[in-house]
């Protein structure tokens, strides 16, 4: 099954930290790409002029935000931005197309990389 995922929180939606599911304010799943697609589109549409800024990090994940949308996080004593995140996904993961890049939620290392605050982040323990 392919889902059009929208979350909102603090990290964009290329990350895939181990809890990103927790963000996730509202899906649609699809039997097809190519239906998902239509969708993913559509609401990337309307994602664009609602929200000032936009970063397109493949052709199905996409960030929005507007400048003021934070958090104060008091143990990095810093307002934190807000993202909204546009997915197009199958069974929870990136695409096939995507699984071919490096995963950036993890540095050379092969540990998170993220707020350490957070306790979270793929692969962390």
């Not at 181990?18 to 039997?31: C, G, K, N, S």
């Not at 239509?38 to 400048?67: G, V």
């Not at 990095?76 to 699984?99: A, F, P, R, S, V």
């Amino acid at each position: 099954m392919y889902q059009v995922v929208i979350i909102y929180g603090e990290s964009e939606p290329w990350w895939f930290f181990d809890d990103w599911q927790d963000d996730i304010v509202e899906e649609y799943q699809f039997e097809s790409f190519e239906e998902a697609e239509l969708q993913y589109l559509k609401l990337l549409h309307e994602f664009a002029q609602d929200y000032d800024h936009r970063q397109l990090k493949t052709a199905h994940l996409s960030a929005f935000w507007n400048d003021g949308d934070v958090r104060f996080c008091e143990e990095c004593d810093d307002d934190l931005q807000l993202y909204h995140g546009l997915m197009l996904i199958k069974d929870y993961k990136k695409l096939k197309e995507e699984e071919l890049l490096i995963d950036e939620a993890v540095d050379y290392s092969g540990k998170a990389k993220c707020c350490k605050r957070l306790g979270k982040g793929a692969g962390r323990e």
